[in-house]
């Protein structure tokens, strides 16, 4: 049976029971995340939590499923790969009172989502670590070696970090180039951050020239078998010298030879994906799913 549950309906322990045992488990899934990242979140269930399904909600004049930030990919999570319910059974149960839904659902959700829906492709980046650096290394295109190149002719020096100084770091470098990001999302990210690191599941990196120059910042989730990539950013000068490029490859040598995927968390965004790609790493597709249901004039404002 499946079912749709109300927040205050929904048994959590039994929840990241099934998102730590799912076949295609994602850190973004467990009910800690969802409560940080989208507060109040709806579920749709199976089978006594055998298989299920986020549904962030939020309510203004309408009831409507959104992608929470910080969450890449959501959708269907189910412990048994035999018997994974077909996506649109999970669909067809959002009640009809939500009138606008646009959610992300993960790689591994590639059924028919119906007619009411439409479907958008978006591309992850992954690269699999199971092998040596040295032939890792032959994936590297030109550009990406020529990087590394400049990189170690800088002399820089990777250390450890702290996630709020690394969420700080990102909203210097990067804020005046978005207005989509605002006070209240840096706030939601930096408690992300500090619970995924009280769970054991973060590792931060802060890129340093000889002067002791903070050049790149980036924050990462460990968590099972992947290493993803949740944000960074560098300087002017570290955008120079290559830092971002340096700490990736760094990543990448010290986590060779594992059975690991390195999840670069996108981009669809075309020179991001050539930074993405130039390490190897090659296109995993996901769709974003929208249904519009709104009243004129609401649907024409909100596509």
Known sequence: MIQFLLPHQIDKEKWDSCIEHAHNSFIYGYSWYLDIASPGWSAIVQNDYRAVFPLPTVKKIFTMAYQPFF?????LFYRDIETAPPILEFLEKIPSNYKHVNICLNEYNQGNVGANYHSHSRTNYILHLHQPYQELARLYNSQTKRNILRAQKSKLIITDAQPNAVVKYYETQKGS?????????????NRLLEEVNR???LKCFSVQNAQGDTLAMAAFYFYKNRIVYQLGASSDEGREAQAMTFLFDWLIKTNCNKDLIFDFEGSDISSIARFFSGFGALGAKYSRIIRNDLPWPFSIIKK
């Open 177 to 189: 180039e978005t207005d989509v990001l605002k006070p209240v999302h840096y706030a939601t990210l």
């Open 199 to 201: 769970r054991g599941f």
């Open 71 to 75: 969450t890449q990919q959501l959708g």
